[in-house]
């Protein structure tokens, strides 16, 4: 895409075809709100435009917040009665209710809780991050990252869980070791300067860490079987675990996640729950929002838009200039529309995962009886990863997650999905699997009014975050005439609610820009 | 040490001289409190014993706190009118004054604090954290490793700043790709199996990570030069640096730091400054802490101690059965005392590290401007680290440390030392050197009741956490007469309040191992 949108709206303008050439392009798909951080947009443009938001997740909130600032007139129609869409947090009180007609009453203790949709923000995270300040959301670290943490592989240490600064630190020890052996040897003599050979063996003699003789023999980097203390208490160090066992798939996911762009330090959450976010947004839009309001067509109506939605039982219209749509492509398919054959090609093809989390309320046995705090565990078999909270800490009880995934797990009875994830526990912290209290399971497949947590063929976590986005991606991401589609899925950050908030803040840019070029 | 003390009380106690066989075995120094936590002693056991503590920091806290629950009568006499010693947090209104006549005054916002000792709670760190949880100190995590602060290296990209996470993972990648090249070439044939060669070169492919071909060409985990947005902003990845560039040696520092066993994630720090522990400990106390009471003498008398020190101009004096002698050794050897010739020695030779902090109040650019939060910054040259604040943030201002560290420095003129501060910063973050103000300096070695940090040859920063202790450490730890000895040094733990608490925690059981056997 060779056309810088600066110099076409400049030349264009000048040329006194602005306008027509604008809409032209923008139809065609052809004009980006790419790289227009912060929004490039007249104040007041919005003044006399009227907006119907469909959904009150993130991206709907985003978009109202930013268009009522910019003079447009916004509803929100949202079909429950909270905020947030799939950020949605459980606490004691709070029931879970399926589409299969299956309840979960939540009778945690006060100020525990579990984020069942996103529970993590990134620091490189910004735009969500700045909601938040804006909104005065207080944040707190969230560890994704404990060195202390357990993992256990079946084939290695006789299942005996292993410590993860143990598995990370003796790993890079043996890399760091072989290689150091193969510059020695003279190995590398074609590929490296003398220089380099030697500065790479003395970098590895850190790295590793390694002796004098370049091996690697352990370190107080993967721990100690004994603390040093005071007096003649002397440290014992952990013995290496040997190469062959570390060279196990199993260990890879808790050696490497930690370094995934969006999940290295710093982390963050809200205090006392990631709700907290959608809840400061409703707060600042007031009556924007309208609950209880389930859209039950979206058709086109001269230039605009008219959507059907029931509130209270009550068969009720909403007019407006512009639509913004949130809502999740598999519940839009069965939703009357007028889109276009292209959207509704996409619409009709497009598949959800339906990701899970269980959650157990306990004593805080991790903390008080192996020191950890905060991060992720992970066995070879069972429901992965464990996830520990970072809320709370120091309390006496808490909730952990034992299980966040997706798959042929969430078709089992939801007592063996709860034995499974007690199994789990016991095989990390034997001893432990019994302490668990008051199991919560949250599929998102059967969660009403979502049915699904993302799209598959979009997700970053399954393609790479710089991976081309699945098909249907170029087709949603352009209005279909006055409705625009919002959500983490018409972003690069599927399934991040930064992706969400940059996709409301991209439509408010495009719709912008038209109304901008329509007043021209 | 091959005697098992309980084995060997037992065979004595069934011997009949229990008392006198243990009396002259503790005074050998053969008998250790070695993993006796907590403590092994019998409930009331200090009942008509009194001790005068000498010195209200961490060590000489502990001890009282401890010793207070089994019935001794304590007093602890400290020097200033503040409990903790080298656990010090300075805010605004705060005066620092060192022994030269010199003062600053300190005028940051309220709320804003730094701890010019010790800063960091590791949760390896057992005892002290036991000791906030009793308390009920909140703490928060204390972030101690940020993939988004910056390293700068004059010999390396031009001297401009880079970013964490793409020197450790471009490292990372460079290694795993030599060693697969090395293993695919067959040059380690003799030293692993066909099958460890393929398990290892299908880990270094997610270890690098390595394309199909084994080459490294950078990763998400290194970030991006234009972050991936909504609709088509696709993001950038950030070209790998080279490896000849990351083979410096002013990078190994901010690669590998973290991977200290005592740095390791989960880290902590009390919420609002180092010194809510120190106070919490003195509230608990009451009148156990004397404040204000300057020793003058230490004194062996009949079998106890006689204790002279100052009190608002007064001379006073403390009787005693036991003295816990938590003085710093440099200034012990200026004060009268009976300590046997051995000690006197290892007191008069031993030399302590003069540490520095200098910290400046700022708005948060790190955190508005660059995404930063907490973490060490490097650079080749100027103040190492720069260490930015886990307190406060998303607030508007906040205090960082430029500089930490020992040595030639703490001889500049301040002027100088601030001007060298400020440029290391203009260094990371070109534009915002100005933006540092009020700067607050405390060199350990000019503060008084301290001149000092800690012992540098019993240091393990300096020698390893695992090291033998320096000379005279053997005869420290062992009582000297009625005196004991307590403070980080004579401790595993040098430098760190752990090792204080822990050494506390010993010579509370030596002490009441002692009384028991005196009564049997």
Redesign the interface.
Known sequence: ?PISRRNFLARAGQAGGFSAAFLLMQSLGLI????L?PLDVAPGIGKGVSVAILGGGIAGLVAAYEMRELGYACTILEARSRSGGRNWTVRGGDTVEFIDGSRQLCSWDAGNYQNFGPARLP??H?AI?GY??KLGVP???E?N????TFLENDAANGGRPVVQ?QVI?D??GH??E??A??IR?G??DQ??SPD?RT??L???R??GPLDAAGAYVGS??A??S??????????V?NKPID??T????NF?GG??FE???DM???M?QPVGGMDRIPYAFARALGQTVQYNAIVTAIRKSGNGVRIAYTHAGQARQLDADYCLCSLPLNLLRNIPNDFSAPYREVIAACEYAAAYKIAWESRRFWEQDY?????LEYVSQGCNPVWLP?GG??SERGVLVSGYGWGAFTDLPLDQKFAESRRTIERLHPGHGKELQKPMYVGWGLVPFNQGSWIQAFSSSER???APPGPGYETM?QPDGPIYFIGDY????NAWQE?AA??A??AVQLVSDRVRAQRA
């Not at 570390?246 to 798939?249: G, M």
């Not at 018409?490 to 950050?493: G, N, P």
């Open positions: 895409m980006e709100a790419a790289e951080r620091s490189v910004t991050l938040c300040r944040l707190e670290v560890v990252t404990s060195r202390s600064r630190n790993a890079r890399v760091s072989l290689l052996k193969c040897q190995d590398l590929d490296l380099d500065r790479m003395d970098f590895l850190h790295y107080d980097r721990g100690y004994k603390l040093p203390g005071a007096g003649n208490d002397v440290g160090l190469m062959h570390l060279l196990d798939e890879w050696i490497l370094e995934a762009f290295q330090a710093t963050f020191n950890i705090y905060g991060g970072s800490m120091f790479g975050l710089d991401i018409a972003s690069r950050l992706g940059l996709s803040q991209r």
